[in-house]
């Protein structure tokens, strides 16, 4: 696979999938905030399951924000 390359080396793929995770989490944390943590109206609000959301924790590892 030939992938486009950043100034630093690394491939245009990583870097937006970085951008794409870091606004998630961003988006996540703020929603969690105004639902006072409680996991079934966040995974709403954001119009995914809740298994989802419990997926996106896991993986941004914000079990505990």
Same mark, same amino acid.
């Given at each position: 696979?030939?992938?486009?390359? &950043?100034?630093?080396?690394?491939?245009?793929? %990583? &870097? +937006?999938?970085?951008?794409?995770?870091?606004? %998630? &989490? %961003? +988006? +996540? $944390?703020?929603?969690? $905030? $105004?639902?006072?943590?409680? =996991?079934? =109206?966040? /995974?709403? @609000?954001?119009?995914? &399951?809740? =298994?989802?959301? /419990? @997926? =996106?924790? %896991?993986?941004? $590892?914000? @079990?505990?924000?």
């Amino acid at each position: 696979a030939n992938q486009a390359k &950043t100034a630093r080396g690394g491939s245009l793929k %990583e &870097t +937006i999938d970085d951008l794409v995770a870091r606004r %998630e &989490t %961003e +988006i +996540i $944390r703020d929603a969690l $905030r $105004r639902n006072r943590h409680n =996991k079934s =109206k966040t /995974a709403r @609000e954001l119009d995914m &399951t809740r =298994k989802t959301l /419990a @997926e =996106k924790l %896991e993986r941004y $590892r914000l @079990e505990d924000c």
